[in-house]
């Protein structure tokens, strides 16, 4: 095994065996979704794992891939593919069977591939708790020597599995950016969204296929970009409420959201020949509440029919759409031609930058007085709302103020709306929400406003 570089452990196995659980078992966390119907693993994930203690610590990634089978069609083949290919990239491979049935075709298949990569190879054969009395001598016709009998549901076996990986594996250390941008790509299901990840990322990583909902886990590839960490994630799409199936749909949309929450930028994916969507237009505001960047990409510019005129007059439509984000910059791609594309990139850093910028108190409260000045708020009878001063909080990734005065819950939506328009005209902050706090000078309670 070559030491100069972090190992892989490839998980293998027909499907429904139980690797997505082993896989979270392992990283400690719900990555990968997990429930009982055959084939719900079809991208391969990868993540960090770690056995010992800092000082002694063996960090290595861990893949789970797609159950092998007979593939039946073009579709089938691409995740049979990606199974064969994360295989050939380990350096360690865990064959999983099922402890308590008879070895089937499919079983015999996987082992016979792990074992003739030449490669550490060791059986894992779960759900062993439901052997009951029966000897588990059938497994030794696998022909793999280590076997360890598991179950990954009640936490049984996986410590004995890690201490002989921690055996042969050598020491080694992932160290993650944590100061990488979170770009995160959003929007409905088959808009593009795995298409424009594997451009982005210059690799096949996700699975690209005209089915819609192709994607249920979330596929993260970090890439550098002008010395810039920047960590790619694409989720599964987003439906709307009344067709999102119960059970692995409707994690894989608790995942996106989660998605949002976890992102610094997030790409919106609109398909050209499918606009004015209302869900996308959801998609944008649930973006917009949780304070962070966003670009709205109009995804498949190259099938689109159009002449010299069509950008331009699309592009107002979608702008008026959209009014309540104006401040997401708007493009046109192709991840078939590579339209754009790079510029997807620049966009994200000028997003970033902007969502740093800090801006001392007095300048903000120079700015303050000037605007109110410019256009006093309006207000009720002996309710007339005072803004006395305001500060940024420093200590907050979104761009966030707090304004401090009198009576501000009379404050109209227009005035705030004001405010922020004219607060971006002097600082900037394009691509980004900004959030306004307005706090009743003295008392604790305050209203948040995200523009």
């Known amino acids: 095994m070559n030491k100069s570089k972090v190992p892989i452990v490839a998980i293998v196995g027909r499907a429904n065996v139980g690797k997505s659980s082993l896989f979270n078992a392992v ?90 990569s030449k490669k550490p190879v060791m059986l894992v054969a779960n759900k062993a708790d439901k052997l009951g009395r029966k000897a588990a001598d059938h497994l030794q016709k696998l022909g793999v020597k280590q076997i360890f009998l598991t179950s990954v549901t009640h936490a049984r076996g996986i410590e004995d599995l890690m201490q002989s990986l921690s055996a042969i594996l050598p020491k080694a250390s992932i160290s993650l950016d944590e100061d990488r941008i979170r770009l995160g790509i959003l929007g409905r299901p088959n808009v593009g969204k795995s298409a424009i990840f594997n451009t982005l990322a210059k690799k096949q990583q996700a699975i690209v296929s005209p089915r819609a909902g192709t994607t249920r886990d979330v596929n993260r590839n970090i890439i550098k970009y002008k010395g810039k960490a920047i960590e790619l994630i694409d989720t599964a799409g ?98 078939v031609t590579g339209q754009n594309i790079s510029k997807i990139y620049d966009l994200v850093l000028d997003i970033v930058f902007e969502r740093s910028k800090k801006l001392k108190t007095p300048e903000l409260n120079r700015w303050l007085r000037q605007v109110i000045n410019q256009h006093p708020p309006a207000g009720l009878k002996n309710r007339q709302p005072k803004l006395n001063y305001m500060v940024q909080e420093h200590d907050n990734p979104i761009p966030a103020f707090k304004i401090f005065g009198a009576h501000t819950k009379f404050l ?35 209203e948040a406003s995200f523009k």
């Open 412 to 446: 109209h939506w227009s005035y705030k709306r004001y405010l922020e328009k004219e607060l971006r005209r002097a600082f900037g902050y394009a691509g980004s929400a900004v959030q306004l706090w307005f706090i009743e000078k003295h008392v604790d309670r305050k």
């Open 27 to 116: 990283i400690k966390t719900r990555e990968a979704i997990v429930a009982n119907e055959p084939g719900t693993t079809r991208d391969a994930l990868m993540a960090k794992a770690s056995i010992g203690h800092p000082g002694s610590r063996q960090d290595f990634w861990i893949v789970d891939t797609a159950g092998l089978k007979t593939a039946e069609d073009e579709f089938e083949f691409t995740i049979q593919e990606q199974i064969i290919q994360a295989a050939d990239s380990a350096d360690i491979i865990l064959v999983m069977v099922e402890a308590h049935l008879p070895i089937t075709e499919e079983d015999r298949r996987v082992a016979k591939m792990a074992l003739k």
């Open 238 to 335: 987003i439906r709307r409420s009344g067709k999102i199936q119960k059970g692995i749909e409707q994690f894989s949309v608790l995942r996106a959201l989660s998605v949002i929450e976890q992102s610094d930028v997030c790409l919106l994916l609109m398909d050209g020949n499918e606009l004015n969507v209302q869900l996308d237009q959801k998609i944008a505001g649930m973006i917009k509440e949780a304070g962070k960047g966003l670009i709205l990409v109009v995804s498949k510019w190259d099938i689109v029919e159009k002449d010299g005129f069509t950008r331009d007059n699309i592009a107002p439509q979608i702008i008026h759409n959209y009014s309540f984000v104006p401040w997401a910059p708007l493009i046109f791609t192709s991840s």
